[in-house]
């Protein structure tokens, strides 16, 4: 664009001599037009006649016509549509890069009482680790000491924090919660999960498949075309002006920049919506689809558990427990927690102080609330404590659960899922009809029970 301005400048506002104005075109066919030409030998040798291909013959031409003005307006056109398309196809990289940022440099190795940093290419399988706060695991391995819990949804795409104590595994990538810990490596860091997924992620950036475009298959046919027309433009004529006139005319300039535009826009539109394009010759591929397959948490779900069923013993009152409970959870940071405070406020129900708060190994949240001993634990751990009314305690359901007993009486069970999306189901219901889709499928790495609960939810059979 700057040569081709500088051109005009020196030529009408200058009145230089020729070959002087002439330079800044001259520059941009050299700079500019030689990587294309060179490009589209390669894509002619390989037998692949695109839009782009009438495009060079216009600029030979031009050249050998000493018509450097219409060959430099040609090359924009075709660096353009070329810049814009590497620009909207980079979406990929960007995320390759954001998973190998994610990763640590440096572990904490400790050996006998002291802790060192050591470069993550020197820790060896069995050697003991310890993992700060909110640390991203930079191996997979076992927790030998302390107990707290790891964000995994980045690598499982679960959504939940997951309890680690002596003896749990641990995974790469993972996040460490509030609490250090220390883990014996049993992968070396290249060979851990974290590893893995970012090597697949490469493999599939450079196994890319070709963008093949609308107007590359259009092209195929359309140059020939022109050529003749050109052709024969210029035999009648006995003109070779002519020539080159109708190869510029007919160079599908609107395909050339028109594309390209038309991905970028696309791109950004899915990407404010919150969808990454991470390939664009899905936008093409998209029209031929018939099968969708959808991924569970955080796709067709908000990701966080939410309380969905209340299951009140006997002799108790469905607010008073939840009161009791959600003063107590106050007090938490395990994951089911926000989902049980949620709950409380959406009700109104005014929370109490807790004292004497505890979380004594096997046996859960514990503490007083208004003068109430109050004990928030798991199925599992309920049998060993010898409460009241442990009988009641109704089957075992999909989901996540927890268990409230009250002065040593078991008084609920409340149950937890992920729950589905407000639009989930009618995004699901649209397909068929609007886009002519005839199999929508859900994959997930959660349990059976509660990826059938949401295939329910959303109706995908």
Not at 212 to 236: E, S
Not at 275 to 297: G, P, S
Request: proline share 5%; hydrophobic share 45%; glycine share 8%.
């Amino acid at each position: 664009i700057a040569a081709i301005i500088l051109h005009l400048v020196l030529r009408y506002g200058c009145h230089t001599a020729s070959a002087t104005y002439q330079i800044p075109l001259l520059a941009t066919l050299t700079l500019g037009g030689l990587p294309l030409l060179l490009d589209l030998l390669r894509k002619l040798f390989a037998r692949e006649f695109g839009s782009d291909l009438l495009g060079g013959i216009s600029i030979i031409t031009s050249i050998l016509m000493g018509e450097f003005l219409a060959g430099s307006i040609i090359v924009l056109m075709l660096s353009g549509g070329e810049a814009l398309e590497t620009y909207a196809l980079r979406s990929a990289s960007s995320v390759l890069a954001a998973l190998a940022k994610r990763m640590p440099s440096v572990a904490h190795r400790k050996r006998d009482s002291e802790i060192i940093d050591v470069a993550l290419d020197e820790v060896a399988v069995d050697d003991t680790l310890v993992i700060y706060p909110h640390e991203i695991c930079p191996a997979d391995g076992v927790v030998i000491e302390g107990r707290g819990v790891m964000d995994e949804s980045y690598l499982t795409g679960e959504p939940f924090q997951i309890p680690k104590t002596s003896g749990s595994t641990v995974i790469s990538g993972a996040i460490n919660g509030e609490s250090p810990l220390t883990i014996r490596i049993t992968q070396r860091a290249a060979d851990s999960r974290y590893a893995k997924i970012i090597e697949v992620m490469r493999d599939s950036e450079s196994k890319r498949p070709l963008l093949r475009r609308l107007g590359d298959q259009l092209g195929a046919f359309y140059t020939p075309v022109a050529l003749t027309i050109a052709l024969l433009a210029w035999l009648i004529s006995g003109d070779p002006v002519r020539f080159l006139a109708v190869l510029v005319i007919a160079t599908p300039c609107p395909l050339l920049i028109g594309i390209p535009v038309a991905i970028i826009g696309s791109i950004s539109l899915c990407a404010r919506r919150a969808i990454i394009v991470k390939n664009a010759v899905v936008l093409e591929q998209m029209a031929e689809c018939k099968t969708a397959i959808f991924d569970k948490t955080g796709t067709l779900t908000y990701g966080e558990p939410n309380l969905t069923e209340e299951l009140i013993a006997p002799g108790f009152v469905r607010g008073d427990v939840l009161t009791l409970a959600a003063s107590l959870e106050r007090y938490s940071k395990h994951p089911l927690a926000g989902a049980i405070l949620t709950a409380a406020k959406s009700d109104g129900l005014s929370l109490a102080e807790a004292t004497e708060v505890s979380e004594p190994p096997g046996q859960g949240l514990v503490g007083t609330v208004s003068g109430r001993q109050v004990q928030i634990t798991s199925r599992g751990q309920l049998a060993g404590l010898h409460v009241t009314g442990e009988d009641q305690l109704p089957p075992v359901a999909g989901g996540l659960e927890c268990v409230i007993v009250i002065d040593h009486r078991y008084a609920a069970a409340l149950q937890f899922r992920d729950a589905p999306r407000a639009e989930s189901r009618s995004f699901v219901g649209h397909l068929g009809p609007k886009h002519h889709f005839t199999r929508e499928m859900i994959v997930s790495g959660d349990r059976e029970s509660q990826v059938r609960y949401l295939a329910e939810q959303v109706r995908i059979t």
